[in-house]
C-alpha cells in the first residue's frame, strides 16, 4: 500500500482535467447516437421544468405536470438527462463556453469521464504504487470503446464512474482514517448511482461478495457492521426517491415498473461471430469475445498478467502458499474487491438470457477493474527493471521510458485511429476493422456514423429536399441542424420512397434493405461509401446528375 500525498491527489486530477479536454476537442466531428437524440429532448423538458419550479412551484409540482414532464423517458432515471440539459443551459446558452448545442449536453458525461480517470490513478496509486496509478489511467482513457463513450450524452460511461466511485469509497472505509465519511459518501454515491443508471443496483451485492468473504476468512479488521453498506442502505433509497420527481406518486409501483422495464427488455439484434442474435440463448462467450477484440492488445495482454498476479485474493491463502505465491494480502483485500468488481458486470452480461445488443457497454462498469489489473502488471514489470538494472542508472532510466512508451504509444495510435468509428473499430487480435468484418463482428448500432457524411450530405442534397437516414433518429437529425453540421433546408425522410438520397448502416440483419434500395433507386451502384479502414460502414443511394441533384426516386409498387 502506498500513502496518498496531496501531490497524487493533484496529480491525479490534472489527469482527468486533460482527459476531459482530450474528449472536448475531439467531439465536434462524432456523430449523435440514436438514444443522444431521446436524451437531448428530455433533458430540455426537465429543465423547461425546472424552470417553472422556480417561477411558479404551486403549478410545477402538481400532479399532471409532474408526470407531464417526468414521465418521458422513465425508463431511465433522471440525473444525467437534467445534468445534459443544465450543462446547455449554463454552457452554451448562458456563458457560450461551447459553440456546439451538443458538446453543451455532453459535457456533464465527459467531466465523469476525467472523474474515472482521477479515481483510477488514486485507487491504483493506493494499492499497487504510483506507475500503477498512472498506468490504469492510460489503459481506460486510451481503450477505443469507453474513450468513444466518454463522449456520449449517455449513461454507460456515466454509471461506470459512479460503480468505480462508490466501489472506491466502500474501499476506503474499510479501515483508514475517515472510514466513518468514506462510508456516508458511499451511501450518497449509491442514491446518485441509482439515479444515473439501473447497473448500480448490482453494487452492493459486489461490495457484499467482498465483505462476507474477507470476514468469513478471519477479516478482523473489518469492522463487524459494514458501514457502507449500512449507508447505502439507509441513504440511497431516499436520494432515489427523493430526486427523480416521477417517483413522488405511485412509488412502489413505479418502481417495479422501472425494474420490470428492464427484466423484459426488447431483445435488439446484434451479430457476433458471423450470426445475428435476436433473442435468447445468447453466447455466454459474447462479453469474453467483446473483450478480447476491443480492447488493445497491450491492454489484453497486462489484464491477463495482471489477473495471474493479483487472482491469489480468489484462493485460500493455505492454497496460495502452496501453489508459491509470495507475500500476504493487504488488510483491506484489495485483489479481492477489484477481481470480483470486474467479473460481476461481465457474467451478468454473459449469463445467456441478458440482452446483448450493446456491444461493450453494459458491461463497461467493469473495465476500471481491469484497467487496474493492467495498471499492477505493469508495475510489477517496472519493478523487475529496476530489480535487474539497479546498478545501472542509464539503462534503467532507458528501459523505464522504453517501457512507458511501449504501453501509452499503441494505446494512443490505436484510439486515435478508432475516432470517430469507435465502434465500428476492433484490435489486431481480431485482425482489425477488416478481420473483424471477415469474422463476423458488429460494424456498429446507433446510427452514430452518419455525422461522418453530414458535410457530404450538405454538398450534394437538392434544397428542401429529403434523405432517408436510416438508423439515425429524428431527434438525433435535429441536433445535426441544431449544430449546423446538417444544412437547415434537408428534410427528413422517413422512407426512401420520399428521399433523393437513402444511407444503409451496414449491420448484417440490415442485408434486406440494400436490396429494397437498388429497387427503389433502378441501380445497385452506389452514389458513395464510407469505410473505416477499407470497411464499409455506411453506404449512400441515389442518382446524382453532374449539378449534384438527385431525381425522385421510383415509389415502390402498391
Known amino acids: 500500500m502506498t500513502s ?9 486530477a490534472v489527469l482527468g482535467a486533460a482527459y476531459v479536454s482530450l474528449l472536448v476537442s475531439t467531439a465536434a466531428n462524432l456523430g449523435f447516437a440514436r438514444d443522444e437524440g431521446f436524451y ?3 433533458a430540455d423538458r426537465y429543465v423547461r421544468w425546472l424552470g417553472e ?26 440525473l444525467m438527462k437534467t445534468l445534459f440539459g443544465l450543462s446547455h443551459e449554463l454552457f452554451h446558452e448562458e456563458l457560450g463556453l461551447f459553440a456546439d448545442h451538443s458538446t453543451a449536453y455532453r459535457f456533464p458525461a465527459m467531466l465523469l469521464a476525467g472523474l474515472t480517470i482521477w479515481l483510477l490513478y488514486l485507487m491504483g496509486t493506493e494499492a499497487y504504487g504510483r506507475a500503477a496509478g498512472l498506468a490504469a489511467a492510460v489503459a481506460f482513457g486510451l481503450a477505443p470503446r469507453p474513450f468513444y463513450h466518454s463522449h456520449l450524452a449517455c449513461f454507460d460511461l456515466p454509471i461506470t464512474a459512479m460503480v468505480l466511485s462508490i466501489t472506491y469509497a466502500y474501499w476506503k472505509s474499510l479501515g483508514t482514517r475517515r472510514a466513518g465519511w468514506y462510508a456516508l459518501l458511499a451511501g450518497v454515491l449509491w442514491g446518485l448511482g441509482l439515479l444515473t443508471k439501473i447497473n448500480a443496483l448490482f453494487v452492493p451485492a459486489t461490495l457484499l461478495i467482498h465483505y462476507v468473504v474477507v470476514r468469513t476468512r478471519g477479516g478482523a479488521l473489518f469492522p463487524r457492521v459494514p458501514r457502507a453498506l449500512l449507508a447505502m442502505a439507509i441513504l440511497g433509497p431516499p436520494i ?20 420490470g422495464f428492464f427484466r423484459h427488455h426488447d431483445y435488439y439484434t446484434i451479430e457476433y461471430l458471423g450470426i445475428t442474435y435476436f433473442r435468447p440463448p445468447f453466447p455466454l462467450s459474447y462479453p469474453w469475445g467483446m473483450l478480447l477484440f476491443t480492447l488493445p492488445a497491450t491492454t489484453i495482454f497486462l489484464v491477463v498478467q495482471g489477473a495471474f498476479l493479483r487472482g491469489r485474493a480468489l484462493l485460500p491463502e493455505r492454497l496460495c502458499a502452496r501453489l508459491g505465491f509470495g507475500g500476504k494480502p493487504d488488510e483491506r483485500r484489495t485483489d479481492l474487491l477489484v477481481l470480483t468488481s470486474a ?14 445488443f450493446g456491444g461493450t457497454k453494459h458491461f463497461l462498469p467493469a473495465v476500471p477493474f481491469l484497467a487496474l489489473l493492467a495498471g499492477a502488471a505493469f508495475a510489477s514489470v517496472l519493478e523487475g527493471a529496476r530489480r535487474a538494472l539497479a546498478n545501472r542508472r542509464r539503462a534503467l532510466g532507458a528501459a523505464t521510458v522504453s517501457l512507458w512508451a511501449a504501453l501509452a504509444l499503441p494505446l494512443a495510435r490505436e484510439t486515435a485511429a478508432s475516432h470517430p468509428f469507435g465502434l465500428s473499430h476492433y484490435n489486431v487480435v481480431a485482425g482489425g476493422t477488416p478481420g473483424a468484418a471477415d469474422i463476423g463482428l458488429c460494424r456498429q448500432f446507433w446510427g452514430f456514423t452518419t455525422g461522418s457524411l453530414t458535410e457530404w450530405l450538405s454538398r450534394v442534397v437538392r434544397p428542401g429536399r429529403g434523405v432517408q437516414l436510416h438508423d439515425t433518429a429524428v431527434d438525433s437529425y435535429r441536433m445535426f441542424k441544431r449544430d449546423g453540421r446538417l444544412r437547415a433546408d434537408i428534410r427528413y425522410a422517413p422512407t426512401a420512397a420520399g428521399a433523393d438520397l437513402a444511407l444503409v448502416h451496414h449491420e448484417q440483419h ?7 434500395l437498388w429497387d427503389t433507386y433502378r441501380t445497385a451502384v452506389p452514389i458513395k461509401v464510407l469505410t473505416h479502414q477499407g470497411v464499409p460502414i455506411v453506404t449512400v443511394y441515389g442518382h446524382l446528375s453532374a449539378g449534384g441533384a438527385a431525381p425522385p426516386p421510383r415509389a415502390p409498387p402498391p
Open 4 to 12: 496518498l500525498r496531496r501531490s497524487d491527489v493533484l496529480f491525479g
Open 510 to 516: 440490415w442485408a434486406f434493405l440494400e436490396y429494397a
Open 343 to 356: 467479473l460481476v458486470p461481465i457474467l451478468l452480461i454473459g449469463n445467456g438470457r441478458a440482452p446483448i
Open 40 to 42: 437531448f429532448t428530455a
Open 53 to 78: 419550479l422556480v417561477d411558479d412551484p404551486a403549478e410545477a409540482l402538481r400532479h399532471e405536470n409532474v408526470d407531464a414532464t417526468w414521465g418521458h423517458n422513465s425508463e431511465h432515471p433522471p
Open 240 to 259: 432515489f426517491v427523493g430526486l427523480w420527481p416521477w417517483l413522488w406518486h405511485d412509488t412502489l409501483p413505479r418502481i417495479g415498473s422501472w425494474i
